[in-house]
């Protein structure tokens, strides 16, 4: 016989968790249930932030968080004036958990560790009545006038509301896909870049303010680059690789890099700032010392690239070698060659097309009583907590629309 429930939730994880425990709280004489593919539930939220959950951002004005998604800004200014970060603090709060804010702006839980999210959501399902239903993979969806039929290998459930908490899985994606949306591709958002090139190769663990561009494309992101011992990574690299997720995908990942290590310096103005530096520094080795906001060893490797001997005084430099300087200062080419996962962190960029759902109620528009929240949407993220974010406010606005219609 089949089990029967007002509200079903397919998926255990982040968005899955939130939306359960936030409808039970407005409306506690709904009967609710989770179901979930895995023999655990919360499995992401247990890895996530190293195993210590970043829960989200320390931003708190929708206007500026919305920025953080190159995937979702426009659809998440709504539910971000609804539901925004300080909302996420305060609903952990008044469950017992306290945050933390970390000088780059993430908050962890107080306790460093993701276990402390993990027991706040079981307890809170526990009191509430909500029933977690683990190993039960859904096969197949049908919506009849009156109800929802959900099939797993195990059982048959009947609901009056289905949300969607699946996260990036492409057979959930395929059902949504029959029922009459539209899928965007998945494609992988925040990596790293492969570069094999001399002028980086011993330079593992060296960090520097660039500003990077793709060749032949508008990508272009400022912030610290961090040269790693396979190519580049840092905030500056991971904005390009989550804004530009399709079209490097496109690219198959080969594309040349321009690095500026000046920044907003441009090749005319680096003439002149070299010029003065040979007037200023002319009896001492050029490679002896960084005049800029960088690593040394950064800048030796730059002056060699220039085709310069590093112990070359300042005032023998010709005009040849100025210019060559000036290019690998400001105009830095590296030939990228395939993509490296972020610690272990992988997005997915793809999911429901927002302009099929509404974000006033997170329901589908086209599909009565379905709803979707987190991951199984388009939307996605840089990393800091914004994911997270995007998965509680979805799930506190489903929430809130299906507790008060049901009610
Ligand atoms: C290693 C790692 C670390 C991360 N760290 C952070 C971080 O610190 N901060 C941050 O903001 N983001 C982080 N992220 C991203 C974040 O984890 C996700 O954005 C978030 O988990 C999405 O939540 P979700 O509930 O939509 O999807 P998920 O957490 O993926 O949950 C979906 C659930 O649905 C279940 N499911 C799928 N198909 C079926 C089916 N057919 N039947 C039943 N159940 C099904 C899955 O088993 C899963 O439990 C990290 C991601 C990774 C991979």
């Not at 593919?37 to 932030?49: A, D, F, N, Y």
């Not at 002896?288 to 690239?305: G, I, Y």
Request: glycine share 8%; net charge neutral; charged share 25%.
């Amino acid at each position: 016989m089949s089990k029967s429930y007002d509200v079903i939730i397919a998926g255990g994880g982040a968005a899955g968790f939130f939306t359960a425990i936030n409808v039970a709280s407005v409306n506690p004489k709904l009967k609710i249930a989770i179901l979930e593919r895995g023999k655990e539930v919360l499995s992401k939220v247990r890895v996530s932030g190293g195993g210590r959950c970043n829960v989200t951002h320390a931003c708190f004005i929708p206007d500026d968080l919305v920025r953080f998604y190159p995937r979702g800004e426009k659809e998440l200014r709504g539910p971000f004036n609804r539901f925004c970060s300080g909302d996420t603090i305060e609903w952990f709060e008044k469950r017992g958990v306290e945050l933390k804010i970390e000088e780059d702006g993430r908050m962890f839980p107080v306790s460093d560790s993701s276990q402390t999210i993990i027991d706040c959501f079981l307890s809170e399902t526990k009191k509430l009545g909500i029933h977690i239903l683990t190993g039960e993979s859904i096969q197949s969806l049908y919506r009849s006038d009156s109800h929802w039929k959900i099939t797993t290998q195990n059982d048959t459930f009947l609901a009056g509301k289905l949300v969607m908490a699946t996260g990036s899985n492409p057979k959930m994606w395929d059902m949504m896909q029959e029922l009459g949306h539209t899928i965007v591709p998945p494609v992988p958002s925040l990596f790293t870049f492969n570069i094999k090139d001399p002028r980086i190769k011993d330079l593992m663990g060296v960090s520097a303010l660039a500003t990077v561009k793709v060749k032949k494309s508008k990508l272009e992101a400022s912030g610290p680059l961090l040269i790693t011992h396979w190519g580049m990574s840092g905030p500056g690299i991971l904005r390009l690789s989550a804004w530009g997720a399709r079209e490097l995908f496109d690219k198959n990942y080969q594309f040349a890099l321009q690095v500026n290590w000046l920044n907003d310096v441009d090749i005319e103005e680096c003439d002149v700032l070299l010029k003065e530096l040979k007037q200023v520094h002319a009896k001492k080795a050029v490679g002896k010392k960084s005049p800029f906001d960088f690593p040394n060893r950064l800048w030796e490797s730059l002056v060699t690239a220039a085709g310069i001997l590093p112990e070359t005084k300042w005032a023998d430099l010709t005009k040849n070698q100025l210019q060559a300087l000036a290019n690998q200062l400001v105009n830095g080419e590296f030939q990228v060659n395939g993509k490296s996962t972020f610690k272990e962190e992988f997005v997915t960029a793809g999911g429901v097309e927002l302009k099929e759902v509404n974000f006033k109620t997170m329901e589908s528009r086209r599909v009565e009583n379905l709803y979707f929240a987190g991951e199984v949407l388009n939307i996605d993220a840089i990393t800091g907590g914004f994911n997270f974010q995007n998965a509680w406010t979805g799930g506190f606005i489903a929430a809130e629309s299906i507790a008060v219609v049901t009610m």
